[in-house]
């Protein structure tokens, strides 16, 4: 905890371009070189295979937590999930954080040759998931052994009341979409201070006494580090149908637009009024972002 109470800024990359293992290894010790404390691995067709590559950027790094974000657990089956982290977490020396998802790509499903169920039942399978990974972890006779009794550090993502829910009562960190949903069109729309600051306090309230345990992330989709902070809000505005007034884009947590000094303190304000302090970017802007990170580091 901070001074004031607040959990310390944690921040993350979520890789998302596959290339070959000397520019994976490359960009994974820049991850750690410019000081972010996290390297995701997301889990979409066309993307790297979360594990493995998850295993090599241990290899090429030291420090940083290893973090899927997030599995899409359509794609696996509890018990031979369990093998996989378990597995992953010993060859990454207890690093990996755990980041889970009910998947929500249709097209992925099917070109898996999946069945794509409803949103009800894919949560189902991400609860029976879940519980099933607990159990395993607590059976002394699953190999590989989990390195902690309790498995890694469990992160649930997603935006709906029962996907929050679920975050609640099982995760160690709770991880905000920061979006509404997508349209057909794959556009993702900010969501305004006020939806991201009702969905805090959804879930706060869900935790009860797990309250001050819980880590609260969230995925910025909409990051431009540049001098104009005004002007890049109003295209930002332009660009995407449906996005909330200049002023609104201005106060959301997922836009961290400006100078690295000017999101800089819009990070210790959100973290005042969101609680959030873990904010993930994407691999995208992983360079142009690192001044924020070193202007926050340790605070």
Known sequence: MTASGAKPFRFGVNMLL??????????????????????????????????????????????????????????????????????????????????????????????????????????????????????????????????????????????????????????????????????ADGVFVPATPDEVEERVRFVTAKLGDRAGQVEFNLLVHFVDVRDDRQRALEELHERIPGAPGVAELAGSPTVLIGTAEEIADLLVAHRERFGISYYTVLEPHLEAFAPVVELLRGR
Not at 47 to 68: D, H, I, K, W
Not at 69 to 90: I, K, M, Q, S, Y
Request: hydrophobic share 40%; glycine share 12%; charged share 20%.
């Open 18 to 183: 596959p290339d070959s293992r000397d520019a994976w290894v490359a960009k994974c010790r820049r991850v750690e070189e410019l000081g972010y404390d996290v390297l995701s691995v997301a889990d979409h067709l066309g993307m790297a295979p979360p594990f493995p590559a998850l295993v090599l950027a241990g290899e090429a790094t030291s420090r940083v937590r290893l973090n899927t974000f997030v599995l899409n657990v359509g794609f696996h089956r509890p018990a031979l999930l369990a093998r996989e982290v378990t597995g992953t977490d010993r060859f990454v020396g207890g690093r990996l954080e755990l980041g889970l998802g009910a998947g929500y790509v249709q097209a992925e499903f099917e070109a898996a040759g999946l069945e794509f169920p409803s949103p009800g039942r894919r949560v189902d399978h991400l609860e029976h998931t879940i519980k099933e990974l607990k159990r395993l972890y607590a059976d002394p006779g699953h190999q590989p052994a989990p390195v902690n009794p309790g498995g890694p550090p469990l992160l649930i993502g997603g935006n709906g009341d029962r996907m929050l829910t679920l975050a609640a009562e099982h995760a160690d960190i709770v991880a905000f979409t920061g979006t509404t949903k997508p349209p």
